[in-house]
């Protein structure tokens, strides 16, 4: 659709209009024209010039359903009422019924003195189209959002995202996607923190740029009540919490249990007060504590020196807490996981980066998400020519057995810092990778997309290994080619540089070209390299793209 946009260049609402009515089977094929006629590469005709009136804002192509009934209205003297049932009988694609239509409106046509080739051509026309047909009214109303939409987006991109994040709070996978595009368009969204959060998403400034603060609204167990608290008492505090034991002190004990602190904690929201393993550790004694000193104030029994008269020192960033260990990163982020929906300080496929750059055909969870199926209808049987790589933590496995022979088989989801995708395991792979599928790290599994027009669509899967396991085989060499006439001798340092800071087993053949006069290609002594990506994209990035080529 975004191609389709650059291409037409709409300039109106009834242009988007048009487009989104278009943007669907059937109609679809017209696009190319569509564009065509409206910079004048082609030619807008009307099959009757009766028709100009009612085609010329779509430039002589049936759109709307409600063209359809005005064509028959103007055409075959069709009432509305009969109009509407001509616009039914196409939606249903009934046989009987349009040979029904066909007959009344060819006879209504001919007695007005329209050309019979002609009016059969245009119901033919009708009826291609409105078996996929838009009614002009529900175009209307989705492009004039979709322009409110990507105006906001595109002028306060952090307050839009900061709305749309707070509106699919609820919507774990959602919120995952939306996260992911904040930071492909360099927006960063920053952990829930009890000192500058609300209970929305919200837009701030950083000394880094623009950013999202996430809100508290969306961390499992902390509910409207607790939010307020929270906010009341950071404002009693002056603004900012000193320690975890004056948190404790002064939010509302009757509203914040020891099950929502524990979630603040594991959703990281109360990191600027300690680590979250201490934190965790001193949960018990924190609230004993606090509530026996908001008791004794309620009762105005204040110590003469302060409510903690036994309370550790209130030191900052967690000095005062208890001596144990933090939490491991993969604990960490299971908490996370639990309380939030998602992952947001980091991610299990983080440390797999380097080696899924290198693992060229693995692609994301959103990009599987938007391939079409080869199959309609998903089912064991697919084409391992069709299968993809994708990357990701399994969730939610669940053994089944089919109805008609009772024979094993499993369904899960996979996520990646992308989103989420359904998987199935039919009962022939079932056999051969049922421990493989109970494994809970990351990682590489292979399958193919299945789905059909009703379902959502899924990875049929066929192989999964953990991506520990996973080897990268890297290129035998690489061949790099210098231009000699743009080469400086900074660039070729800088080459050298390159090579000596990533030995490795891959050789290196330079390939020193002078247009016009020579080309040679040398292997220089005692120099190899690791060639991977992040490698080669560096070579690219001094010499010009295009200029290395891997080898072997």
């Avoid at 509910?223 to 603004?239: D, H, V, W």
């Avoid at 509203?255 to 979630?263: A, P, W």
Wanted: net charge negative; proline share 4%; glycine share 8%.
């Amino acid at each position: 659709m975004r191609d389709v946009l650059r291409r037409y260049k709409p300039d109106t609402v009834e242009e988007l209009t048009a487009l989104n009515a278009l943007f669907r089977p059937g109609p679809m094929a017209m696009i190319d024209d569509f564009i065509e006629r409206k910079w004048g590469r082609r030619k807008v005709e009307f099959i009757l010039p009766e028709l100009e009136g009612l085609l010329k804002d779509s430039l002589g192509v049936i759109v709307y359903q409600e063209q359809v009934m005005q064509i028959a209205q103007l055409l075959a003297s069709y009432s509305l009422g009969e109009a509407d049932l001509l616009r039914r009988a196409m939606g249903k694609k009934s046989k009987e019924g349009m040979a029904k239509q066909k007959d009344r409106f060819l006879s209504g046509a001919e007695k007005l003195g329209h050309n019979k080739n002609a009016v059969s051509e245009i119901f033919e026309q009708m009826a291609k189209f409105s078996e996929y047909g838009f009614n002009k009214s529900h175009s209307a109303a989705y492009a004039l959002v979709a322009y409110q939409t990507a105006f906001l987006k595109t002028h306060y991109p952090v307050e839009f995202m900061a709305a749309l994040l707070t509106s699919e709070t609820s919507k774990p996978e959602s919120v995952v996607k939306y996260i992911g595009e904040c930071r492909e368009i360099g927006i960063a969204v920053e952990p829930p923190d009890v000192q500058v959060s609300g209970a929305q998403f919200t837009p701030h400034v950083t000394p880094e740029g623009q950013a999202i603060r996430f809100g508290l609204a969306a961390i499992k167990n902390v509910g409207g009540n607790a939010i307020e608290s929270i906010l009341t008492a950071r404002q009693e505090a002056g603004g900012r919490f000193k320690s975890f034991w004056e948190f404790c002190e002064k939010v509302d004990l009757r509203v914040m249990n020891t099950r929502v602190i524990q979630s603040l904690i594991k959703a990281g929201a109360l990191d600027s007060l300690g680590k979250r393993g201490p934190l965790m550790a001193a949960v018990d004694k924190a609230m004993e504590r606090a509530q026996k000193a908001q008791k004794d104030a309620a009762q105005g029994q204040t110590g003469l020196f302060g409510l903690f008269d036994e309370a550790p020192a209130r030191g900052h960033g967690g000095d005062d807490l208890p001596h144990v260990a933090d939490w491991e990163e993969g604990v960490r982020l299971a908490n996370e996981k639990e309380v939030l929906g998602f992952f947001v300080s980091g991610h299990p496929l983080d440390k797999y980066a380097e080696k899924l750059r290198n693992l060229t055909s693995v692609i994301t969870v959103a990009e599987a998400l938007e391939r079409k199926p080869q199959e309609r209808r998903w089912g064991p049987q697919h084409d391992p020519g069709d299968e993809i790589q994708v990357a990701g933590i399994m969730h939610g496995l669940r053994v089944l057995k089919t109805r008609r022979d009772q024979k094993l088989y499993a369904q899960a989801s996979l996520e990646d810092a992308s989103g989420r995708i359904d998987l199935i395991c039919f009962p022939r792979d079932y056999e051969r990778l049922a421990d493989s599928l109970k494994i809970e790290v990351p990682v590489l599994l292979r399958g193919a997309l299945s789905g059909d027009e009703d379902a959502a669509v899924k990875i049929a899967v066929s192989s999964v290994q953990a991506l520990e396991d996973v080897q990268v085989r890297l290129p035998a060499g690489v061949r790099i080619r210098v231009n000699l006439e743009l080469a400086t001798e900074e660039m070729l340092t800088e080459l050298k540089s390159a090579a000596d800071a990533a030995p490795g087993p891959g050789k290196i053949l330079l390939h020193l070209e002078k247009k016009g006069e020579y080309s040679v290609i040398l292997e220089p002594e005692g120099m190899s390299v690791t060639a991977d990506r992040g490698w080669l994209e560096r070579v690219e990035e001094l010499l010009g793209k295009g200029a290395v080529q891997p080898v072997g």
